[in-house]
């Protein structure tokens, strides 16, 4: 069964600081991925998506995430983060070359920008 | 730009009552899924759609059922509520299960 891990349940940072998010995910040929953004209360919004080609992906709000086959890893950066940045982070995976047509959420890493 | 629009936004029930949620997409999305979302677990998929007139179980279906009678909606009902029941539900909606999900803003369920 495809599964989602993001190692980290909660990060702080400091404002101005770089940020990296964790994402692993279970093997498969043909992933998909995606991060997502929760502010409280709020829906979930697509950061950034990977289908193929290019395995370092920019997104919305300065966000970018690099594809690592190797390590079956999706990680989410940020070099500088804003105070406006702190929310909850999902990350998701599908894959195309199986009979599931939903994705597989990880259980989200919250962060924390100090000033 | 509604996008996807989720009603009741908070219900309070008690144990073994029953109701419906309602999710409603303008984008023509052929896909339609609900999640429900608990402290530390993420988003846990509940059924999910394909198409007008089809379902299909995700990973905690029990206890819920759901119809997808217009392509434009996706109803989630609870039978006989449980406490277990109690969490904050999201609807999504996406062209295809490789194309991204739009999420509503959630409904917030109690049940006492």
């Known amino acids: 069964a495809q599964s989602v891990t993001q190692p980290d349940i909660h990060i702080t940072v400091s404002e101005g600081a770089s940020l990296e998010l964790r994402c692993n995910y279970s093997y498969g040929a043909t992933p998909y991925l995606f991060w997502y953004v929760q502010s409280p209360g709020q829906g979930l919004q697509l950061l950034l998506k990977y289908f193929s080609g290019d395995t370092l992906v920019q997104g919305i709000k300065g966000f970018e ?51 | 730009n509604a996008g996807v629009t989720q009603t009741p936004k908070f219900r309070v029930l008690k144990t073994g009552q029953s109701m419906t949620l309602l999710c409603a997409q303008d984008m023509n999305h052929e896909y339609m899924y609900w999640y429900r979302q608990d402290p530390g677990m993420g988003l846990r998929l509940i059924h999910y759609s394909v198409g007008e007139g089809t379902t299909a179980k995700g990973e905690v279906p029990d206890g819920y059922n759901v119809s997808r009678l217009k392509k434009q909606n996706f109803l989630l009902g609870l039978e006989s509520a449980a406490p277990s029941q109690t969490s904050v539900y999201f609807c999504a909606s996406s062209y295809s299960d490789s194309q991204p999900q739009h999420f509503g803003d959630g409904t917030r369920l109690s049940i006492l």
Do not use: I
């Not at chain 1, 950066?77 to 702190?86: E, F, G, L, N, T």
């Not at chain 1, 982070?89 to 989200?108: K, P, Q, W």
């Open chain 1, 65 to 115: 995430a690099e594809f690592k086959r190797s390590q079956s890893s999706f990680n989410l950066r940020k070099p500088s983060v804003h105070w406006s940045d702190a929310a909850e982070y999902f990350c998701a995976v599908g894959y195309m070359d199986t009979g599931r047509r939903a994705l597989t959420f990880g259980s989200g890493t919250r962060l924390q920008v100090q000033p």
